[in-house]
Nanobody
Framework: VNLVESGGGVVQAGGSLRLTCVAS????????MGWWRQTPGKQRELVAT???????NYGNALKDRFTISRNNAGNTAYLQMNSLKPEDTGVYYC???????????????WGQGTQVTVSS
């Protein structure tokens, strides 16, 4: 499975961005897709995940501003980010998890990342 992110860029604080992740290849093997981010000085952290059953999970304090969704085919994930803050600046990575993995397993495929910069 190959993942390609798009939609990153520069936005002013308070603005919005929508990230898109398109999966190709053996997408029938995908159970979940998600977004992680690497912000300056911090470890990579969970932003949000979305399973084939529509179950979503968000990182701490992000659910109020960020929304993850997927298309009906399940091969594209979106991350709508609203009320962006300078501390949201970082590289946002899309990832996908294969089916039949145990709960809490690592995600199997990763994109190259897209830069999001929020100016104050």
């Amino acid at each position: 499975v190959n993942l390609v992110e798009s939609g990153g860029g520069v936005v002013q604080a308070g603005g919005s961005l929508r990230l898109t992740c398109v999966a190709s290849g053996s997408t029938h093997n995908i159970y979940a897709m998600g977004w992680w981010r690497q912000t300056p000085g911090k470890q990579r952290e969970l932003v949000a995940t979305h399973t084939n059953y529509g179950t979503t999970n968000y990182g701490n304090a992000l659910k109020d501003r960020f929304t993850i969704s997927r298309n009906n085919a399940g091969n594209t994930a979106y991350l709508q980010m609203n009320s962006l803050k300078p501390e949201d600046t970082g590289v946002y990575y899309c990832a996908a998890q294969r089916k039949f993995r145990p709960t809490g397993a690592e995600y199997d495929w990763w994109g190259q990342g897209t830069q999001v910069t929020v100016s104050s």
